[in-house]
Each structure stands twice: as C-alpha cells, then as structure tokens.
C-alpha cells in the first residue's frame, strides 16, 4: 500500500531516472513529505515540488476529492481574470471580473504564484491551480464588486468534440478538441467526404486541443498540403530522445495496446506497431535518438485549395504537432494566439499510487526545434485574445474577412 512519503520517495525517483526533463532543473532545496500530513498538504507540496521543472506535461492526476472541482474557467486580461466559462458555478456568468482572490489583487499573486502559472507571459498564465487554493474572491459583476466564498462540485467527465459543417456552399468547419481516438477523425472524413472536396475553403478548429496521438491526425494532412510528403520531408530537422527505461517501456507499450481497436487504418496501426517494435528493441537502454523511420506519406490533395487553422494556447501535445507540420504547407494559414508550448517533453506516460497518478514525458525534442519553444507554434495572423472574445468569435471574423478578400 502506498504512502505519502513512499509514493513521493517513487516521484523523486521517477523524475531523476525516467522523466525526459530530468536535466532541466537544479533541485536545490526537496520538500518534507510525512505520512502524518494531510491529503491536501501533500497535494500542494508534491503540486510545487513538479512544478520547478516549469513543464506543463508534468503534473499530478488526484482522483479523490483533495483537489477541487471550482465549476468554472478564467482567462487573464491585463489585471482581471474574466470568467470564460461557468459550468457549474451559478453564481458566476460569463464576463464577470475576478479582481482579487483571498484579499490580494491578480498582480500581487502572480508575483507570489509564479511557479504555479507556469509562464511568465500575463496571457499565457494557468489560473486553476492558484484558484483551487483559494477561499474567497472579489468578483465584479455589472460594475458592483462583491466577495463570494468558493465551493466545490463533483467532477465532470470530459467528452471529446469531433463537430463538422458546411457554413456556407464553399465554406467547411471541422472542429477537434482532441487528437486521442482514430476513429473520430476517420468518421468525420468519411461522413462528409463530398462536402470537403467540393469546398474552396476549408477550416479547422484545434482553439481547445488536448491532444492524443500523432498518428491519429495523420488523415487530416492529406487535405491540408497539395503535394504528398514522407514522415521524413515533414520532420524536417526535428529530432527525438526517449527514455528507453524498463519503467517508460512497460507504461508506453500499454497504451499504444489500448490505442489498437478493430477496423483501425491500417497504416496508423503500422505507425503503432513500429513504436511497439522500437519499446521492446530499446527496453532498459535508457535516453537514445531513435530514428522514426514512419513507412506513411501524406498523399496531398488540391482540393480544398485554402486551409484556416485556428489556434490558442489551449492547443497542446499533438494537437500542436499538427499545428506545427500543417505551417508547412503553402495551402494554410494560421490565425489566433500560439499554441500552449509544451513539446520540449512529449510522450507522456502514466504511473498510478492509488489516489494519485503522475503524469510525465519520457521523450524529448531537439532544443532548437520550433516544436520546443514554451512559446508555442506561432500563427501567421495573431489575435490578441480579449474579453471581446466572450461576445463573439473574433477569430472568426477575421477568417470570415480573408475569405472574403479572395
């Protein structure tokens, strides 16, 4: 039975001997964990403890309810957090202004919070962990200021979005807010194959991308370049790193296993086989550079001739290797705020302690790739996100606007 010293004990080592980042962070001073602490105690500590390597493909998964549920979402703006979505939270709308949380303004947090936020850009900032530490905020509601004690809600479970539409005759949206099943995207291609071939304008929507497996949006390539590429031409100078430890290789090949279902393109399933194969080759050997080597080209296709991909820093994992590799092509454009920027580590692996989980990256990408940058993959057309947004989808408009122009 775990612990709260034996699983931190576990933590420590995983982040010495398994994590692809373990080089970028100094520990000078490791916090005390006791089993006499309480759970919360120990979630914050461990919670600060990951978050000095400042890479958001390391965190803590907790199951029970230590880490609560605040039923709704925010977004910095200048000194105010705007409340982008509240679920659960009725007291809320959308649109009000948090201007203080536990007595102290946005300003004065983000000074003492700055680990937590996880980066240094006022619109880039991670709000939830500093928020589920909180008792009170000052929110501002139709310009009257009121203090509200937090409560907390039942968690709830994500559903995946895999939306597509015709907006206008020669106008078509997809919308994926993860890359995690193939058979979603495959769906969406087959149901509405005519719809897309016929369109002059095609838009894909990855604002909201939590990300999955590259080999799952390997389809939607075809539609975005017009010429056919290898894994190689799209690659480009981009290399990888694993951390071929037993550990990374008995949690990596689980779930490429459970990736694996009936009626799967057979090609993607090649692309799952060759890791499965590189696992078991390289098991125990520790951090190599393996050559990909991906037997799939992208057969490219003219049609449609304009692609608009709208991004956020809510885009992340693969769903910024797709951003990244369809900034290759001649046919896109990219409109709306860089993506999150966390593929310096990537092939994010599970190990579960019971009421908690550690999430970690056992690969690594080549410090001078764009695909590395904590800034993100830039877009062509970057549109500052403001409160506007609440109002109407200015991303939108400005995608409205260039088809317009052609």
């Known amino acids: ?140 509601q139709r310009g009257v200021a009121m203090e509200m004690v937090l409560t907390t809600y039942a968690r709830q479970r994500y559903q995946p979005t895999y939306a597509a539409k015709a907006l206008t005759r020669e106008t078509f949206y997809m919308k994926f807010t993860d890359f995690a099943q193939e058979y979603g995207v495959r769906e969406i291609l087959k149901t509405y194959e005519q719809e897309i071939a016929a369109a002059k304008h095609l838009i894909i929507d990855v604002r909201e991308n939590y990300g999955g497996n590259d080999a799952f949006y390997f389809p939607l390539l075809d539609l975005v370049f017009d010429r056919d590429y290898t894994a190689k031409e799209l690659q480009g100078k981009d290399t990888m790193f694993t951390n071929y430890t037993a550990r990374n290789c008995a949690l990596m090949m689980a779930l490429l296993e459970d990736y694996i279902e009936p009626g799967m393109n057979q090609e993607i399933e090649r692309m799952l086989d060759r890791e499965m194969f590189l696992l078991e080759q390289h098991r125990g050997q520790g951090m190599i550079e393996v050559e990909e080597e991906l037997d799939f080209t992208v057969e490219g296709k003219a049609a449609p001739p304009a692609i608009y991909i709208l991004t956020d820093y809510y885009c992340g994992s693969s769903g910024e290797t797709f951003v990244a590799y369809a900034k290759k092509s001649p046919k896109v454009t990219i409109v709306g705020r860089p993506t999150m920027g966390i593929m310096a580590t990537c092939n994010v692996v599970t190990v579960d302690f019971g009421d908690v989980s550690l999430n970690y990256s056992m690969s690594k990408i080549n410090e001078d790739s764009e695909l590395a940058s904590k800034d993100g993959i830039q877009p062509h057309i970057y549109v500052p996100w403001t409160p506007a947004h609440l109002t109407k989808d200015v991303d939108m408009e400005i995608v409205r606007a260039l088809i317009a122009e052609l």
Not at 1 to 28: C, H, P, R
Not at 62 to 77: D, T
């Open 1 to 140: 039975m775990w612990t709260k010293e034996s699983v931190f004990k576990e933590i420590k080592k995983i982040m010495l001997e398994d994590y692809a980042g373990n080089s970028a962070v100094v520990q000078t001073s490791i916090p005390k964990v006791t089993n006499q602490m309480s759970d919360e105690a120990f979630v914050r500590v461990v919670e600060d403890y990951l978050a000095t390597f400042k890479d958001e493909h390391l965190y803590l998964s907790v199951k029970n309810s230590v880490r609560p549920n605040i039923g709704f979402r925010v977004r910095r703006h200048e000194d105010v957090l705007y409340i982008i979505e509240a679920s659960q939270e009725t007291r809320l709308h959308t649109g009000d202004k948090i201007i203080a949380i536990d007595g102290l303004s946005i300003e004065e947090l983000s000074k003492k919070y700055a680990l937590q936020l996880l980066h240094d850009k006022v619109e880039r900032q991670k709000w939830n962990n500093v928020l589920m530490r909180a008792r009170t905020i000052t929110v501002e």
